[in-house]
């Protein structure tokens, strides 16, 4: 069973920097970030596969955000830096454990974490 946990989350001003984890059991294909503000729909943030470790990001983070995934310790990272107050939002982890494309869609990932709260004051 792959279950994706999340911590991290916070409040920083805007400028600062955090980094959020989601450990996951089991084997996974290709891991991502979604988050989702109120009132929006969720979207995809970045996207990493673990094999290869190839990544893909949404233009809203590109040279803000790195994902990143330490195999060893079957953890998934998000290191977010220069945040902006839209960046607020619930970020949510995904798990895909069948080889296939993984894009930032929803339809692409099966597992999905419980989320963990990031809040960026202005």
């Known amino acids: 069973q792959v279950q994706p946990v999340e911590s991290g989350g916070g409040s920083v001003q805007a400028g600062g920097s955090l980094r959020l984890s989601c450990t996951v059991s089991g084997y996974t294909y290709c891991m991502a970030w979604f988050r989702q503000a109120p009132g929006k729909e969720r979207e995809g943030v970045a996207r990493?596969?673990?094999?290869?470790?190839?990544?893909l990001y949404a233009d809203s983070v590109k040279g803000r955000f790195t994902i990143s995934r330490d195999n060893a310790k079957n953890t998934l990272y998000l290191q977010m830096n220069s945040l902006k107050p839209e960046d607020t939002a619930m970020y949510y982890c995904?798990?895909?454990?069948?080889?296939?494309?993984?894009?930032?869609?929803?339809?692409?990932?099966?597992?999905w974490g419980q989320g963990t709260q990031v809040t960026i004051s202005s």
């Open positions: 990493i596969y673990n094999g290869s470790g190839s990544t």
């Open positions: 995904a798990a895909r454990r069948s080889s296939a494309v993984c894009a930032l869609f929803q339809r692409d990932f099966g597992y």
